[in-house]
C-alpha cells in the first residue's frame, strides 16, 4: 500500500498572517482567520463546548470538518494559536447557489470584536463559494445573538432575510427548541 505524506503544518505555525485569510482586530492582539486543519478538531470541540447554548457535536465531527469540508469552514486563531472562533457549514449539493451555515462559535477572549461576521465573510470570500448568492441557517426563536448576526449581516450585504420553521421540536425530539430556517439573498459579492 502506497501511503502519501504531505507536510504539516501544526497550528501554532498556521497563526501567521502569511497562512491567515484575514487578520482581525488591534495590533495588541490580532487574530487570524484561517481554513482549518487536522490538528484543529479538538481545539474546535473544546471552544463550542464552552459556547452555550451551541449543541456540542462529537470531536469527530469537528475533525471531519476541519479536514472534509475545511473549504468552507474557517478557524480564527490568536498569536498562540488557539481556536478562539469557529463557522462550519457547505455549499448545498441541490442548491449550488446556496451556502448552508451549520455552526459559528466565538469564545469568550474573542467576543465583541465583530468576529462572528468577519469569519462568515471570509468564508463567502472565498474562492470556493464564488457562486454562492443565498446563506441559510437554522436558529432557535431565543438565540439573540444569532438573530442579531443574521440581521446584521442581511442589512450589511443588503439582502432580504426569510425565516420559517424548519424542525420542530417533536421533530428534534421533544427536548429541543424549534429550529427556523432562515435564508439571506439573494445577495450580490460585492456587498460582502
Not at 50 to 67: E, I, Q, R
Not at 119 to 141: N, Y
Not at 142 to 166: C, V
Request: hydrophobic share 35%; glycine share 8%; net charge negative.
Amino acid at each position: 500500500m502506497n501511503v502519501s505524506t504531505h507536510p504539516f503544518t501544526p497550528s501554532a505555525d498556521l497563526a501567521r498572517p502569511s497562512v491567515a485569510d484575514a487578520v482581525v482586530g488591534n495590533p495588541q492582539s490580532p487574530l487570524f482567520i484561517r481554513k482549518p486543519n487536522p490538528d484543529d478538531g479538538w481545539g474546535i470541540y473544546e471552544l463550542v463546548k464552552a459556547c452555550p447554548p451551541l449543541d456540542v457535536n462529537s470531536a469527530y465531527a469537528y475533525l471531519l470538518l476541519a479536514t472534509q469540508f475545511r473549504d468552507t469552514c474557517a478557524v480564527a486563531t490568536n498569536e498562540e494559536g488557539e481556536i478562539v472562533g469557529f463557522v462550519s457549514g457547505y455549499v448545498k449539493s441541490n442548491a449550488p447557489d446556496t451556502y448552508f451555515l451549520w455552526q459559528v462559535a466565538v469564545g469568550e477572549k474573542a467576543r465583541g470584536t465583530g468576529l462572528a461576521r468577519r469569519l462568515v465573510e471570509a468564508v463567502m470570500h472565498r474562492e470556493e463559494q464564488g457562486e454562492v448568492r443565498h446563506l441559510e441557517t437554522t436558529i432557535t426563536p431565543d438565540n439573540e445573538a444569532s438573530w442579531g448576526l443574521f440581521t446584521r449581516l442581511a442589512d450589511r450585504w443588503q439582502a432580504p432575510l426569510n425565516s420559517r420553521e424548519y424542525f420542530s421540536t417533536d421533530q428534534l425530539g421533544g427536548e429541543h427548541d424549534p429550529e427556523n430556517l432562515v435564508r439571506i439573498g439573494p445577495f450580490q459579492p460585492a456587498h460582502i
